[in-house]
């Protein structure tokens, strides 16, 4: 079998068109969580704190070369410039982002779990009633057995 083939049956297979629908939508998804961690969470956070910008927490680890023309309190500017930044407070922001989207998945796995698990409410039905033509077979099964030869 040629290699091309063998990519073509693999790549229509169930579970890996699954799979990159999965990961279409979780990156779709990924961009929503971080729009409500930057723009709901993390603005209350700060107000909460009292001003407090997780985005803009950093420690500037290299120089700042004489061209530098922005402000040298800011991450983004720096980071601009090249100038080497420890940025904790972006590590933070992606660690809310990561812990939100795991809730989220984990409550959507509990919830299609619990979909997927028989109602026990629902009683199994009950068989419906044999056939008279099969209780006539039966009979004469039985009656056959039990004649001697």
């Known amino acids: 079998m040629s290699m091309i083939q063998e990519f073509k049956e693999f790549a229509v297979k169930g579970n890996v068109m699954d799979l990159a629908v999965g990961v279409i939508i979780g990156g779709a998804f ?4 971080n729009s409500v961690v930057k723009d ?5 956070i700060g107000v909460v704190t009292g001003g407090l910008d997780f985005s ?5 680890l290299g120089h700042i070369p004489e061209t530098f023309k922005g402000n040298p309190d800011s991450y983004k500017d720096l980071q601009t410039a090249g100038v080497a930044v420890f940025g904790y407070g972006s590590f933070i922001t992606v660690l809310i982002n990561f812990i939100i989207l795991a809730f989220i998945i984990f409550l959507m796995v509990k919830f299609i779990n619990k979909l997927r698990q028989p109602d026990p409410a629902a009683a199994p039905a009950e068989p419906p009633p044999t056939p008279e033509d099969v209780l006539l077979l039966r009979e004469i099964r039985d009656s056959l057995k039990n004649t001697p030869r």
């Open 56 to 60: 803009n927490m950093f420690v500037r």
């Open 40 to 44: 709901l969470i993390m603005p209350v």
């Open 30 to 33: 990924s961009s929503i969580v």
